[in-house]
């Protein structure tokens, strides 16, 4: 399989942390548009096209789909019949911490669980290991010493390279930091939610990250779509919000949140970006944020996210029309 020559001269890279690994600047989520009822001719041209822009990082966890499972079933397919012989160039990551399987095994974040899973996972992707294996929410009924010594465990194991958490507050970070630390390991990446509507990991969560060099991708930058020209004028038929099942509700997109939305709309387009190109560049403005995870129902829509690298800064006035736009 030929991929374009340049490709890594079309992205910008990102240290990680305190760790050796490079992430892209933009990395593709498997969240949707990978699972069994999909268009799978499309998923395959995505994971095509963004590795010919430069995305070496691709993003799925044991629970997506649907069913779950699914996506990293097919995505495993797409890397045994297109990938192979780049594996040592693509960053795979999944995830455990959702319910799986019935019983009081196939939830949460015991070790029983997160072993199980990531052998599930591995299986499913068919690859030897992950390089990077997040628990996906935290588990207030086990231990966190059992959780994160998992991890660890697993890194020692060679079944993952990198442990990361993921939607875990400030407070839990620093525990599982102090924690996996006493192991000899290191949380390399956390990955919460971050955008211009969610803006919570500011003050609880980044001031730690920061200080412990622990990488951050996040995920929803463009808040479900909000944040890109898709509801400017309703709810389209064939969007999530449409959709009866999924995190974004029509009834979120209010007429409060959308004033926001056309005022940012405004800014970004004397900014010469679109406005998820827009979102995309504040979010990354802050060098603590290692990389933003798109989703992507087409081709076209991971080529108009990686050109959001073309102009990144900001300046002061663009900021404070930003800060007054979402006040409103």
Same mark, same amino acid.
């Not at 999909?38 to 044991?62: C, K, S, V, Y």
């Given at each position: 399989?030929?991929?374009?020559?340049?490709?890594?001269?079309?992205?910008?890279?990102?240290?990680?942390?305190?760790?050796?690994?490079?992430?892209?600047?933009?990395?593709?989520?498997?969240?949707?548009?990978?699972?069994?009822?999909?268009?799978?001719?499309?998923?395959?041209?995505?994971?095509?096209?963004?590795?010919?822009?430069?995305?070496?990082?691709?993003?799925?966890?044991?629970?997506?789909?649907?069913?779950?499972?699914?996506?990293?079933?097919?995505? =495993?397919?797409?890397?045994?019949?297109?990938? #192979?012989?780049?594996?040592? /160039?693509? %960053? *795979?990551?999944?995830?455990? +911490?959702?319910?799986?399987?019935?019983?009081?095994?196939?939830?949460?974040?015991?070790?029983?669980?997160?072993?199980?899973?990531?052998?599930?996972?591995?299986?499913?992707?068919?690859?030897?290991?992950?390089?990077?294996?997040?628990?996906?929410?935290?588990?207030?009924?086990?231990?966190?010493?059992?959780?994160?010594?998992?991890?660890?465990?697993?890194?020692?194991?060679?079944?993952?390279?990198?442990? =990361?958490?993921?939607?875990?507050?400030?407070? #839990?970070?620093?525990?599982? /930091?102090? %924690? *996996?630390?006493?192991?000899? +390991?290191?949380?390399?990446?956390?990955?919460?939610?971050?955008?211009?509507?969610?803006?919570?990991?500011?003050?609880?969560?980044?001031?730690?990250?920061?200080?412990?060099?622990?990488?951050?991708?996040?995920?929803?930058?463009?808040?479900?779509?909000?944040?890109?020209?898709?509801?400017?004028?309703?709810?389209?038929?064939?969007?999530?919000?449409?959709?009866?099942?999924?995190?974004?509700?029509?009834?979120?997109?209010?007429?409060?949140?959308?004033?926001?939305?056309?005022?940012?709309?405004? %800014?970004?387009?004397?900014?010469?970006?679109?406005?998820?190109?827009?979102?995309?560049?504040?979010?990354?403005?802050?060098?603590?944020?290692?990389?933003?995870?798109?989703?992507?129902?087409?081709?076209?829509?991971?080529?108009?996210?990686?050109?959001?690298?073309?102009?990144?800064?900001?300046?002061?006035?663009?900021?404070?029309?930003?800060?007054?736009?979402?006040?409103?």
């Amino acid at each position: 399989m030929a991929f374009a020559e340049d490709r890594y001269e079309r992205m910008t890279y990102r240290r990680c942390g305190r760790s050796g690994l490079m992430l892209p600047a933009v990395s593709l989520g498997c969240w949707h548009n990978f699972g069994d009822g999909d268009d799978l001719d499309e998923a395959r041209r995505m994971l095509h096209r963004a590795f010919d822009l430069g995305i070496t990082h691709f993003d799925l966890a044991n629970n997506y789909g649907p069913p779950g499972g699914s996506a990293e079933r097919n995505v =495993g397919r797409f890397l045994r019949e297109d990938f #192979a012989s780049h594996r040592d /160039e693509l %960053i *795979i990551s999944t995830k455990a +911490g959702f319910y799986m399987w019935p019983g009081p095994y196939g939830d949460h974040g015991s070790k029983k669980y997160l072993v199980s899973s990531l052998d599930q996972s591995l299986q499913r992707l068919g690859l030897d290991y992950v390089d990077i294996f997040y628990h996906h929410r935290p588990d207030p009924a086990t231990p966190l010493e059992e959780t994160i010594g998992t991890l660890q465990l697993l890194v020692q194991q060679g079944k993952c390279l990198y442990a =990361g958490i993921s939607n875990y507050r400030g407070a #839990a970070t620093v525990e599982a /930091e102090r %924690i *996996i630390e006493r192991q000899h +390991g290191h949380i390399t990446i956390h990955q919460p939610n971050y955008s211009m509507l969610s803006r919570w990991i500011e003050g609880d969560l980044l001031p730690h990250t920061g200080r412990l060099d622990i990488g951050v991708i996040v995920f929803s930058p463009l808040a479900q779509g909000m944040l890109s020209d898709k509801y400017l004028d309703g709810i389209p038929e064939d969007s999530r919000a449409a959709k009866p099942t999924g995190f974004l509700r029509s009834d979120q997109i209010t007429e409060g949140v959308m004033v926001k939305v056309r005022a940012l709309n405004e %800014i970004a387009k004397a900014r010469g970006q679109s406005l998820a190109q827009m979102a995309l560049a504040w979010c990354l403005r802050d060098v603590r944020v290692t990389s933003v995870l798109v989703g992507a129902s087409r081709v076209t829509q991971i080529e108009e996210n990686v050109a959001a690298l073309d102009c990144l800064s900001f300046a002061d006035d663009e900021l404070q029309a930003i800060e007054a736009a979402l006040s409103l």
